[in-house]
């Protein structure tokens, strides 16, 4: 007699899997892990094949020797996981930290947890921000890059740290950011994590997600509309400290960590209000961290500091039950 899979119902069948899932985030990143190739060259395709490598790696051992399960590469999350931390750290990071990098994002983030599904925190931001603690020296160095068709990027601090260290310094906001505008800050690199080389590219990704139904916009949403109404009230009070919506929305980490990381399924609230309060509060955190932090980006502390609070939301929102008005 064949077994028979008891289960709660209702019994809905779907062509959406989570391999048709996170194909689909796969393709809606190609267009940011071109331009990164472009502006960065071959080091940072070396950088995107060390990281993928090692998290399809990494999961495929632990799965086979450790639980003694069947593996789960094919699902593409780990290929998710590697794409993402390539994506948040500097071309110039060495392999064998990438490596480390990939160890924790995948070994404790996510299989110590149970595998996708069941982690708490975002693996790739687990990753690096261990990698950042650890190893500060390599996270924080931007070298000017030839690029893989001679394109020049600008070398020195990222526009964030740029500020931050012009602040410390006695200079004002507005003699700071004249030497930005926001064309550059849109369509090409400023400095930074290869993610963040351009916005537009992770906004036509974000863009996909949408039209293919895989993510809902509304984090995303919160998280820019938290960011911009954060930064308008401390702008208004005193421009010659706080910088502006525009220049808080478009520069550091945050279109990637609001169109890929903070929509994660898995460590991002089920409702809609849940998610609305979620992406309230990763982008009032981010501001937080930057305008009155040591460190000049908050985008990473925020989402992992709202993973956490996930659990709650999901409690006290409640999705609403299918077939009810």
């Known amino acids: 007699m064949s077994k028979l899979l008891v289960s709660p119902s ?42 993928v490598a090692s998290c399809v790696l990494l999961e495929w051992a632990i799965t086979k020797y450790m639980l003694k399960q069947p593996s789960t590469i094919g699902d593409w999350s780990a290929v998710i996981t590697g794409i993402l931390l390539a994506l948040n750290v500097p071309y110039t990071t060495p392999w064998w930290v990438i490596f480390i990098g990939a160890v924790v994002a995948i070994g404790v983030a996510k299989m110590t947890f149970g595998g ?112 911009a109404l954060t930064s308008l009230i401390f702008w208004s009070v005193d421009p010659t400290r706080f910088t502006d919506p525009l220049f808080n929305l478009l520069t550091g980490g945050l279109i990637l960590g609001a169109c890929f990381m903070a929509t994660d399924y898995v460590t991002s609230p089920m409702s809609l209000w849940g998610g609305v309060i979620f992406g309230v509060g990763i982008g009032f955190l981010t501001m937080m961290i930057r305008y009155f932090g040591s460190y000049p980006e908050g985008v990473s502390f925020a989402i992992l500091i709202m993973n956490s609070v996930v659990p709650l939301l999901n409690m006290w929102f409640k999705q609403k039950k299918f077939g009810r008005k």
């Open 10 to 51: 209702p019994h809905i069948h779907s062509k959406v899997s989570t391999k048709s899932l996170m194909l689909d985030v796969v393709i809606a990143l190609i267009p940011a892990v071109i331009c990164s190739v472009v502006f960065y060259g071959w080091q940072e395709l070396l950088v995107l094949g060390v990281s």
């Open 116 to 227: 996708l599904g069941q982690n708490i925190w975002n693996p790739a931001l687990v990753g690096r921000v261990f990698l950042l603690v650890s190893f500060p020296t390599y996270m924080t160095t931007w070298n000017q890059p030839q690029g893989l068709f001679g394109v020049d990027a600008v070398s020195g601090p990222t526009p964030l740290g740029a500020i931050q260290e012009g602040l410390l310094q006695g200079a004002s906001v507005q003699d700071l950011t004249a030497a930005y505008n926001y064309k550059d800050l849109l369509f090409a690199n400023l400095g930074g994590s290869a993610g963040e080389v351009c916005a537009l590219a992770l906004l036509a990704g974000f863009v996909y997600l949408c039209c293919r139904k895989v993510i809902k916009p509304w984090i995303t949403l919160s998280i820019f509309a938290t960011v």
